[in-house]
């Protein structure tokens, strides 16, 4: 067990449909980032947010946003979704704000999109 | 090209046997992650390294920066070792991890 946490594990929508994915970091971590992985492409880094402050992007679409809240748990919202956005997402927390840091991994939320 | 390949993409061996995985990449990176999947998909990362060589139980990561190539190597294999092992590299100035596309190993009794 990481200590992260992500809800749901599994969810199952509709295109054209926006859905909201959550992440509780491990305690005492500050940093949550966000990846995505799809059968066809991999693990692809989504965005990152560090103290409430966006720290960096990744591949991450317009029609996806996050946020990271004071108590430092985060949200990736999917909207408009389409068959394509059919993945699993994982976040992931760090003590730090850099990659220099090791990063936990959620069990992930896996997105059906039908 | 991907910026970080692996090698190779699959890998199947004897329970016991060393085992070798390759990671190589184009770009300039500052620190290499090996990540580990299991087949119900939770990720657990391996080692962060920069230089030199990591080892914990089993399992040693060794990179080399100036050949940009990485190995991860698994002594006395074990059926649980089967999974995916991906390696992810820490692009120099950037804050992201570009990841390989994944080794799938599978270990038979």
């Known amino acids: 067990d990481s200590g992260v946490t992500q809800t749901p594990k599994h969810l199952i929508t509709a295109t054209g449909q926006r859905v909201t994915l959550r992440c509780s970091p491990r305690?005492?971590?500050?940093?949550v980032y966000w990846y995505q992985q799809s059968l066809d492409q991999g693990l692809q880094f989504l965005i990152q947010y560090y103290n409430g402050e966006e720290r960096a992007k990744g591949n991450i679409l317009e029609r996806f946003s996050a946020q990271q809240f004071p108590d430092l748990h985060s949200e990736l919202n999917l909207s408009s979704l389409e068959l394509g956005d059919s993945a699993l997402y994982f976040c992931?927390?760090?003590?730090?704000?850099?990659?220099?840091?090791?990063?936990?991994f959620g069990p992930g939320t896996r997105l059906t999109v039908t | 090209k991907n910026e970080v390949e692996q090698s190779p993409q699959n890998l199947t061996a004897q329970e016991g046997e060393f085992i070798t995985i390759n990671c190589s990449y184009s770009?300039?990176?500052?620190?290499l992650h090996w990540l580990q999947q299991h087949p119900g998909g939770g990720i657990v990362s391996l080692f962060m390294l920069s230089s030199g060589k990591k080892k914990h139980g089993r399992l040693i990561a060794t990179i080399n920066i100036q050949e940009k190539h990485s190995s991860l190597h698994i002594t006395a294999s074990h059926p649980r070792d089967s999974a995916v092992y991906i390696c992810?590299?820490?692009?120099?100035?950037?804050?992201?991890?570009?990841f390989g596309q994944g080794t799938r190993l599978t270990i038979n009794p």
């Open positions: 992810a590299g820490r692009i120099q100035g950037a804050q992201k991890l570009v």
């Open positions: 992931a927390s760090s003590v730090g704000a850099t990659e220099a840091y090791e990063q936990y």
């Open positions: 770009v300039g990176i500052s620190a």
């Open positions: 305690s005492g971590d500050l940093s």
